[in-house]
């Protein structure tokens, strides 16, 4: 057990230096945005960031939150309990679902910002 959380605090710190990463890549990207960009255009690069930030960070929610119904699921011994979970587990798939069609709508709205980045 402890190779396994030895490894996924390995992962965790990988991830937060790949985030600290991105967010100086997205700041540079930001201010030479401001001074090339008009500011309509500027907005909506800020507020697409934005949203990925929150779709990302709620997709991982609901994974973390899905994995761990999954693993109640196996531990639940009374029938009952595990009618509540599956219930539960289904709700939390549903959102799931419903964050991935949030991410279509802002990856449409990625394409028309990278060609803005791109003029």
Known sequence: ?????????TLKLILERRTQEN????QKLQSKLRTVARS???RKF???????ERITSLMVLLS???????????????????????RKKKR???QIQEAQLLEVGVEARAVEVSRIIEK
């Open 1 to 9: 057990i402890w190779l396994r959380v030895d490894h996924w605090r």
């Open 23 to 26: 967010d100086v890549l997205g």
């Open 40 to 42: 309509n255009e500027t």
């Open 46 to 52: 800020t507020y697409l960031i934005e949203d990925v």
């Open 64 to 86: 973390v939150s899905l994995g761990r119904l999954e693993n109640n699921l196996y531990a639940a011994v009374v029938e009952k309990n595990k009618d509540l979970i599956k």
């Open 92 to 94: 939390i798939e549903n």
